[in-house]
């Protein structure tokens, strides 16, 4: 079957780092993406990944391991308007995404 | 903004009643999607539209009725929930479907409460 495990919920403090790690399993892949979703709001679109290596976008990278089946979001210099669920999802070989159950990260000052 | 509205933002409704529920987007996207949000499970996909036509139907009970009368707009029809039925129903939408790249954007939801 396919599936997606991501961790529960994450603290951290603000102005450090944290990374959030993300296990796929998919018939077929066509590329890795990250959301975030702050409470009661839509996800908004953070990174996407089909290559093995790491995608630096501001605070924000993502890394992606194709052959472990493995990618994960570093979210560095944390802001408290970090505190938000960040969604993990796959793309199997019908480009249908597979989504994980998300991460909800606190920031505490 | 992200350019994918939805209304109405809550709803609560009897298992006996019918309701709609709408999605517009401004973004010039020729797919559109419904997807189920529960607390603390992943997203469900339960249709895809790709130019106005349906391309993927994941065993979403009858009583939920989709239609989409054009690129812009996406309607899901509501009847005869159940209560295992309430969650937050997200529309979203992308430049096409069936290829990688694909970012989607998403609107605010609806919150569905049946009673």
């Known amino acids: 079957g396919q599936n997606i495990d991501q961790p529960t919920e994450m603290t951290a403090t603000e102005g450090a780092i944290v990374q959030i790690n993300c296990t796929y399993q998919?018939?077929?892949?066509?590329?890795l993406f990250w959301y975030q979703q702050h409470a009661g709001e839509a996800p908004t679109f953070l990174s996407y990944?089909?290559l093995d290596g790491l995608e630096e976008k501001g605070r924000f990278s993502s890394f992606l391991s194709r052959s472990k089946g493995y990618s994960y979001l570093l979210l560095k210099e944390l802001q408290m308007k970090d505190s938000a669920s960040y969604l993990c999802a796959a793309m199997d070989s019908n480009y249908q995404l597979i989504w994980g159950a998300g991460t909800k990260l606190i920031i505490k000052p | 903004e992200t350019g994918v509205t939805q209304t109405p933002r809550h709803l609560v409704m009897g298992m006996t009643n019918k309701k709609s529920l709408k999605c517009e987007q401004h973004l010039g996207h020729n797919a559109m999607y419904w997807y189920k949000q529960s607390a603390k499970k992943p997203l469900e996909l339960m249709f895809v539209?790709?130019?106005?036509?349906?391309?993927e139907n994941n065993s979403v009970p009858s009583r939920f009725s989709p239609e989409c009368p054009n690129s812009s707009h996406l309607f899901l029809h509501l009847h005869t929930l159940q209560p295992e039925d309430s969650a937050l129903y997200l529309c979203?939408?992308?430049?096409?479907?069936?290829?990688?790249?694909?970012?989607?954007?998403f609107g605010p939801g609806t919150r569905l409460t049946v009673l």
């Open positions: 979203a939408s992308s430049l096409r479907s069936g290829t990688g790249a694909n970012e989607q954007f």
């Open positions: 998919t018939s077929g892949f066509n590329g």
């Open positions: 539209y790709s130019l106005e036509e349906r391309v």
């Open positions: 990944n089909v």
